[in-house]
T-cell receptor
Framework: DTGVSQDPRHKITKRGQNVTFRCDPI?????LYWYRQTLGQGPEFLTY????????KSRLLSDRFSAERPKGSFSTLEIQRTEQGDSAMYLC?????????????FGAGTRLSVL | GENVEQHPSTLSVQEGDSAVIKCTYS??????FPWYKQELGKGPQLIID?????GEKKDQRIAVTLNKTAKHFSLHITETQPEDSAVYFC?????????????FGSGTRLSIRP
């Protein structure tokens, strides 16, 4: 499977704990995005990387959230001191910038439940 | 701020009939409008897209129309089939811009009645 891969698929944690999610983009894609999707809503943009540089962060990304893409390949999204309001699906997408199209391809997501 | 509104939130049609989903966007700099289909437990999958230099695009049973002046765009599915049941999202983006994030609508849950 050469699509976007996310791990884990599901994460249950207690309030106050830290969690980390991983995203492996399509191998030749240089852009990587994180979105959050709550029940019954569309995905909301959180942040994106071009190669290893984090170029934009949404106001939704509080200082408890941090994302990295150290070698311009996979990315991690960490949430510190989780709150019940962090419960959502966290989606990763990747694209190839600079070409004629900038289509974003999504992974299956990591569903986070904070108890 | 940037916003995409989508209607209806739920839609039920008889198998074989057509389904239409409508969206409006606020960012006049948007020039790329993808439509995504999301099935239960999966991430959104691109089904069709349209760029601002065209007014209509068709791919088999799916067509999209764009009215850039009115900032409206629509998805039309003809001859609906049970496998069309899913949540559909319209979206808008500034392609070729450093701000390449996608702004999604709130989704339409489409149900096809047998």
């Amino acid at each position: 499977d050469t699509g976007v891969s996310q791990d884990p698929r599901h994460k249950i944690t207690k309030r106050g704990q830290n969690v980390t999610f991983r995203c492996d983009p399509i191998s030749e894609h240089n852009r990587l995005y994180w979105y959050r999707q709550t029940l019954g809503q569309g995905p909301e943009f959180l942040t994106y990387f071009q190669n290893e540089a984090q170029l934009e962060k949404s106001r939704l990304l509080s200082d408890r959230f941090s994302a990295e893409r150290p070698k311009g390949s996979f990315s991690t999204l960490e949430i510190q001191r989780t709150e019940q309001g962090d419960s959502a699906m966290y989606l990763c997408a990747s694209s190839l910038a600079g070409g004629a199209k900038n289509i974003q391809y999504f992974g299956a997501g990591t569903r986070l439940s904070v108890l | 701020g940037e916003n995409v509104e989508q209607h209806p939130s739920t839609l039920s049609v008889q198998e074989g009939d057509s389904a239409v989903i409508k969206c409006t966007y606020s960012d006049s700099a948007s020039n790329y409008f993808p439509w995504y289909k999301q099935e239960l437990g999966k991430g959104p999958q691109l089904i069709i897209d349209i760029r601002s230099n065209v007014g209509e695009k068709k791919d088999q049973r799916i067509a999209v129309t764009l009215n850039k002046t009115a900032k409206h765009f629509s998805l039309h599915i003809t001859e609906t089939q049970p496998e069309d049941s899913a949540v559909y999202f319209c979206a808008a983006s500034r392609e070729y811009s450093s701000a390449s994030k996608i702004i999604f609508g709130s989704g339409t849950r489409l149900s096809i009645r047998p």
